[in-house]
């Protein structure tokens, strides 16, 4: 199986595209309690692993737009800093589909605020869908389209399948324009997103296990 040759390929903030540029920033993220995942579901126990790393970063994740869109901002550049520092801006038209990165459960969404982008103001009113895999990590999507919500029937315990359809991409939160941001982190609490960490993705979502690294 290809990977996708972009991922966990520093860029310099000078080089980085602008267009589709933004993101949560460096400070931690708490879901609001009412979207968090309900008391029916029991998190996974994480496997134990060497801790990710750019040499050896976790696989088994499948491109969120099937190989749409390009790379507008990538890791350790612009926002993508401290909490962030591994995550991937995807610069993609408001509406295209988005799909699941793998396997996993839903644990929390957000499907309230608009497409009309913003600066720093609008850092925690993003759009999301957030999904825990088998292992504990878990992927999130950003700034999703307003309303995907009733084009999609996901809700918190939902189980989906790798390449599945979660929602479309918008322009909603800290965004100068419309991209989706993805980002994979570690194992932690329901309530708080966690530190991202390295990840490579496939061309397609025919296979792989997450949380095995490369090599």
Not at 16 to 23: E, F, M, N, S
Not at 166 to 184: C, D, K, Q
Not at 185 to 203: H, Y
Request: aromatic residues 8%; hydrophobic residues 30%; glycine residues 14%.
């Amino acid at each position: 199986m290809s990977v996708i040759t972009l991922l966990c390929l520093p860029q310099d903030g000078r080089s980085v595209l602008q267009a589709g540029l933004g993101g949560t920033g460096s400070a931690d993220f708490y879901p609001p309690q009412k979207h968090q995942a309900s008391r029916n579901y029991r998190s996974p126990t994480p496997v134990a692993q060497l801790e990710p790393t750019m040499a050896s970063p976790l696989q088994g994740f499948c491109h969120p737009l099937k190989g749409s869109g390009y790379l507008s901002q990538g890791i350790r550049s612009g926002t993508h800093r401290g909490r962030t520092e591994f995550a991937y801006d995807l610069a993609i038209a408001i509406g295209s589909p988005v799909y699941a990165m793998n396997r996993g459960r839903v644990i929390a969404r957000e499907d309230r605020y608009p497409d009309d982008g913003g600066g720093r103001s609008k850092i925690s009113k993003f759009n999301y869908i957030w999904i825990e895999h088998a292992d504990g990590h878990r992927s999130a999507y950003l700034h999703l389209q307003q309303g995907f919500g009733r084009k999609v029937a996901l809700r918190e315990g939902s189980w989906v399948k790798a390449g599945q359809l979660i929602g479309y991409s918008g322009n909603s939160g800290f965004s100068t324009a419309p991209h989706l941001h993805i980002e994979v982190q570690e194992p932690g609490s329901l309530g708080k997103f966690t530190k991202t960490v390295p990840f490579s993705i496939a061309e397609n979502c025919s296979g792989g296990q997450i949380s095995r690294s490369a090599g």
